[in-house]
């Protein structure tokens, strides 16, 4: 089976010890793919490089909420700029985060905004950061009706939510999370959703899976998740491994050869 960990931040700190032995032991492990999520605008020629030298691993470029308040439109020409390298794919992580709220509301929608604004210019796919602000986040995908595609990241909102993701064009990604034991909600989604709209990322070194909690999380844990989600499925190993590698794919406009 090939699996594609589709949110990774293998460019944290908390890997700085032993990135390089970790990158090298990732295809050994089955993670044929990766996509190094970019969060701040330091961040965006950092994730450039990783890709650069990292033959399997896609990037994007973008400002999370988080960083909100330090977006500029030159950050902005920073984004458009770093997203003609190649495998340089997608703008994010992009979106609300009304959980922490380090950046006032209304900067986090103005940010969110203009980064959809760009995706929607350049047919950029997009990853999507929702936290507690489901209403505006909605509100403003749904403005961009018909020019959206990419990925409603580690995603905790309702079914109906979801369903609206994907009828914007969208694809929805389940995480570690998805192992909790008090992951009700989460469980029913994703045994409902269609297969053709489902990705499966880590969002390391966060959100690690059973059994593994309270430790460093990194794209080998994957495979937690994805067992997870066939057996909420009752799906085919094989079968449901080939359909999300190819979703992967497709969620971020990238030619499987």
């Given at each position: 089976?090939n699996i594609f960990?589709?949110h ?5 700190e908390q890997?700085?010890a032993d ?6 032991s990732?295809p050994q492990?089955?993670?044929a ?5 970019c ?9 450039a ?6 033959p399997?691993?896609f990037?994007?470029?973008?400002v999370h ?9 030159e950050?902005?020409a920073?984004i ?10 997608a703008?994010g992580e992009?979106?609300?985060d009304?959980h922490?709220d380090?950046?006032?509301r209304d900067v ?9 604004a760009?995706?929607?210019?350049l047919h950029a796919?997009?990853?999507i950061h929702?936290?507690e602000a ?5 509100d403003l995908l749904r403005h961009?009706r018909?020019?959206l595609?990419?990925?409603?990241h580690c995603?905790?909102a309702?079914y109906?939510?979801a369903?609206a ?11 570690g ?5 008090n ?9 409902k959703l269609?297969?053709e ?9 966060y959100?690690t ?6 430790k460093?999380n990194d794209p080998s ?7 997870k989600?066939c057996?909420?499925r009752g799906?085919?190993?094989e079968e449901?491994a080939a359909?999300?590698y190819?979703?992967?794919f497709?969620?971020?406009?990238i030619?499987n050869?």
């Amino acid at each position: 089976m090939n699996i594609f960990d589709t949110h990774a931040h293998l460019l944290d700190e908390q890997f700085d010890a032993d990135r390089e032995q970790l990158l090298v032991s990732l295809p050994q492990k089955g993670i044929a793919h990766v996509m190094e999520a970019c969060c701040d605008e330091a961040g965006i020629d950092r994730v450039a490089a990783l890709v650069a030298r990292t033959p399997y691993f896609f990037g994007s470029a973008g400002v999370h909420p988080h960083s909100a308040d330090e977006f500029t439109p030159e950050t902005l020409a920073h984004i458009r700029k770093a997203l003609t390298h190649d495998r340089m794919v997608a703008i994010g992580e992009i979106g609300l985060d009304y959980h922490y709220d380090f950046s006032p509301r209304d900067v986090q929608r103005d940010c969110f905004d203009a980064q959809l604004a760009l995706s929607a210019e350049l047919h950029a796919p997009i990853i999507i950061h929702d936290r507690e602000a489901h209403g505006d986040c909605m509100d403003l995908l749904r403005h961009y009706r018909g020019s959206l595609s990419g990925v409603m990241h580690c995603f905790s909102a309702s079914y109906e939510i979801a369903k609206a993701c994907i009828d914007l064009g969208l694809y929805v990604a389940f995480g570690g999370a998805l192992t909790f034991k008090n992951a009700v909600n989460q469980w029913a989604i994703a045994s409902k959703l269609p297969a053709e709209r489902l990705l499966i990322e880590t969002d390391c070194p966060y959100m690690t899976p059973v059994p593994f909690r309270g430790k460093r999380n990194d794209p080998s844990f994957i495979t937690y998740t994805f067992d997870k989600l066939c057996e909420l499925r009752g799906a085919d190993r094989e079968e449901l491994a080939a359909i999300l590698y190819q979703n992967s794919f497709d969620a971020f406009g990238i030619k499987n050869e």
